[in-house]
């Protein structure tokens, strides 16, 4: 059910009533973000055997909305899923706004998401079969198998999740599960396109017993048009000529990047793995901002940097071009 606003309402009751939205998402943002939880020996020397599962909710790239306050900011009312086991974010679900704000909401969100629907089509259709996940999940099995404490056993594929991780986690052979969930999407104006893994490794205990967490990070690749268009339309041309040649690469690129960044992370088992790099720049992050970022690694297409500022997001690991970076 989707209400009908009626035309006296207008732009500014629309663009109102999402900025009320957006303040209740904040608040939930900033309350379930979390800083890197480190993997120390101990806690290393428990793992048995690993099951990785790989996950989420898409079968192609998506359009990740932007919000009417900043170009670069994403809507509070149709954020991309996100997670280890990857779920709809609970703003999806009406924002925690009651009945009226959730059909509220669900209006708005109905007439954007069927457009932005409409407007990642023409470089879906450019992308063909090109299946990211599966890459991803190869390069993950690369990099994985490097770290022989990791005991690894398998990497599994997942769609839409449903069980619950402590469910996942109990009924495993494995005695450890590391869950990587995965999306990606390019903005509403084809500026930048985006990947995230959010990445957690779970110890079941004893039979009905909550597992334990031994590890937890999120990563990100953003690559950002050097010079992008004022105008949408054209942007969207960058990325679908040649059959999407630039997407695919840049896809390769982050399904490569995270993989080594998701192996580099987890063998340090310090609380402050980075701080002997003395380099700090300033980047642009997943949600807009810019925070102070100390540069892991350099190459000519990329900085690999983990933030240093950002109240909750400390530790949280980045691949930017160098269009990303402020300075």
């Known amino acids: 059910m989707h209400l009908t606003f009626p035309s006296l309402w207008g ?6 009533l999402k900025f009320f939205v957006l303040l209740q998402v904040i608040l939930l943002l900033t309350a379930c973000a979390s800083q890197r939880q480190t993997l120390t020996l101990q806690n ?30 994403p ?27 959730g059909l509220i909401v669900a209006s708005i969100q109905h007439s954007d998401v069927n457009d932005a629907m409409k407007g990642i089509m023409p470089v879906q259709e450019a992308l063909g079969d090109f299946n990211y996940i599966t890459i991803f999940k190869g390069k993950l099995k690369q990099q994985l198998a490097t770290l022989p404490w990791l005991k690894l056993k398998s ?9 619950s991780e402590q469910a996942i986690v109990n009924s495993a052979r494995e005695n450890t599960t590391l869950f990587i969930g995965t999306t990606y999407a390019l903005d ?17 205990l004893a039979k009905g017993n909550t597992p334990k967490k031994l590890y937890a990070n999120n990563f990100y690749y953003i690559f950002r048009l050097k010079q992008p268009n004022t105008k949408s339309k054209a942007n969207m041309q ?5 059959h ?50 100390r540069v892991i690694k350099q ?23 160098p269009a990303g970076v402020v300075h």
């Open 44 to 73: 290393r020397r428990t793992i048995k055997s690993d099951n990785v599962l790989v996950n989420t909710t898409q079968r192609n790239i998506r359009m990740r909305e932007m919000s009417f306050l900043n170009s670069d900011v």
């Open 238 to 242: 960058v990325w679908t000529k040649h």
């Open 244 to 293: 999407a040649q630039l997407l695919k690469t840049r896809l390769r690129d982050a399904a490569s990047l995270l993989s080594k960044m998701i192996a580099m992370d987890i063998k340090h088992p310090g609380k402050h793995p980075y701080a002997k790099f003395k380099q700090i720049i300033i980047v642009r992050t997943i949600d807009g901002q810019t925070e102070k970022a």
């Open 188 to 204: 509403s104006s084809f500026k930048q396109l985006e990947v995230a893994a959010y990445v957690k490794l779970d110890e079941k």
């Open 155 to 163: 990497v599994k594929e997942k769609y839409n999740i449903h069980n």
């Open 75 to 101: 809507s509070p009312y149709a954020p991309m899923d996100k997670g280890a086991i990857v779920k709809p974010t609970p703003a999806q679900a009406g924002a925690g706004g009651g009945l009226i704000g």
């Open 11 to 16: 732009d500014h009751m629309k663009s109102l």
């Open 299 to 321: 190459t000519q297409d990329y900085f690999i940097v983990s933030l240093i500022s950002g109240i909750r997001i400390k530790g949280t690991i980045y691949a930017v071009n």
